[in-house]
């Protein structure tokens, strides 16, 4: 069955210190690759995506991610994590082949930077 | 703001009531999907809508229905409410129906079954 894992249901850092979000895959084909945003009481938000070429995409707010389809993942990362970045992060893929092209979404993964 | 509206922002009903939640879309997105968002579930999603026509069914209930009209907003209709059915309900557009296009989502609308 095709599937999104996001393995760490929370994730905390200092401000200042870079921060990664994991974001695994098994879907099939190349898949499209998403990450949204959730801040409290807010709707989702667009943050960056992957379509095709290079493996590293910048998105919002400093953020970016990188591809890597030897190990199906799509980290989100930032060099320098702010107070302001503590929220839920959501991963997103959709595959581009077979007949479920569907877009599968993650459980999300809490971020909470600590002043 | 996403340009994404949604309304009611809140609703508080009662068990086995009906409601409707409406969702008009960014201009000129043909592309409209409902999700449910609980504390147990997580996102889960509802329903596509393109351009009048539905394109995909996620989990959803056979209590629920939703249409896209002739101008393009899309209303989600509820039924027999449980107090399961608590949750937060989102919909979110895109220009089009490829895979590639980011959904921009409105600001929710909170239901509350007691």
């Known amino acids: 069955a095709q599937s999104v894992a996001q393995p760490e249901d929370q994730v905390n850092v200092a401000e200042g210190n870079p921060l990664t979000v994991k974001c695994t895959y098994s879907?099939?084909?190349?898949?499209?690759l998403f990450w949204y945003v959730q801040y409290p009481n807010r709707g989702l938000q667009f943050l960056l995506k992957?379509?095709?070429?290079d493996n590293l995409v910048k998105g919002s707010y400093g953020f970016e991610a990188e591809f890597n389809k030897s190990q199906t993942s799509f980290h989100l990362k930032k060099p320098s994590a702010l107070v302001s970045d503590s929220a839920l992060y959501f991963c997103?893929?959709?595959?581009?082949?077979?007949?479920?092209?569907?877009?599968?979404w993650g459980l999300g993964t809490s971020l909470a930077v600590n002043p | 703001d996403s340009g994404v509206t949604q309304t009611p922002k809140h609703l508080i009903t009662a068990t086995g009531q009906r409601v409707t939640l409406r969702c008009s879309p960014r201009?000129?997105?043909?592309?409209v999907y409902w999700y449910q968002q609980s504390l147990d579930q997580g996102l889960q999603f509802l329903i596509h809508?393109?351009?009048?026509?539905?394109?995909a069914k996620g989990n959803i209930l056979e209590r629920f229905s939703a249409q896209q009209f002739p101008d393009l907003h899309s209303e989600l209709n509820l039924s027999s409410l449980e107090l399961g059915d608590s949750a937060l309900y989102f919909c979110?557009?895109?220009?089009?129906?490829?895979?590639?296009?980011?959904?921009?989502f409105g600001p929710g609308t909170r239901l509350t079954v007691l």
């Open positions: 979110a557009s895109s220009v089009a129906t490829s895979g590639y296009n980011e959904q921009f």
């Open positions: 201009s000129g997105d043909l592309s």
């Open positions: 809508y393109y351009n009048g026509e539905e394109r």
């Open positions: 879907v099939s084909g190349n898949p499209y």
């Open positions: 992957y379509i095709t070429g």
């Open positions: 997103a893929v959709r595959p581009d082949a077979g007949n479920n092209r569907k877009l599968i």
